[in-house]
């Protein structure tokens, strides 16, 4: 049973950082390129970040320098390291793994930036 299982969110205040979590299991995380999306209060689901199975890197511009995303393949987990947090990064986080035609979610993590 494959599982992806996102961690870390909660309140922030504006300027504070977070590091979301998302640890998987059932696949050989190996070869899976994950990325990070979010869902905001009464907007569509958007990317985030991507991380390639190589390691290569891609960030929305919304995003870009101040957000980070890794991967640890012997933990089969991917990080999303959040720094200067807006009001406006409030949302669900979710991550996904793909490989080919195989696709799958997790269940997100709620992020809420708020003074």
């Known amino acids: 049973q494959v599982q992806l299982v996102e961690s870390g969110g909660g309140l922030v205040q504006p300027g504070g950082s977070l590091r979301l979590s998302c640890a998987a299991s059932g696949i050989i995380f190996s070869i899976y390129s994950m990325g990070w999306y979010r869902q905001g209060p009464g907007k569509e689901r958007e990317w985030v970040a991507g991380i390639t199975s190589f390691g290569s890197t891609n960030y929305a511009d919304s995003v870009k320098s101040r957000f980070t995303i890794s991967r640890d393949n012997a933990k089969k987990t991917v990080y999303l390291q959040m720094n200067s947090l807006k009001p406006e990064d409030t949302a669900v986080y979710y991550c996904?793994?793909?490989?080919?035609?195989?696709?799958?979610w997790g269940q997100g993590t709620q992020v809420t930036v708020s003074s």
């Open positions: 996904k793994g793909s490989q080919g035609t195989r696709v799958y």
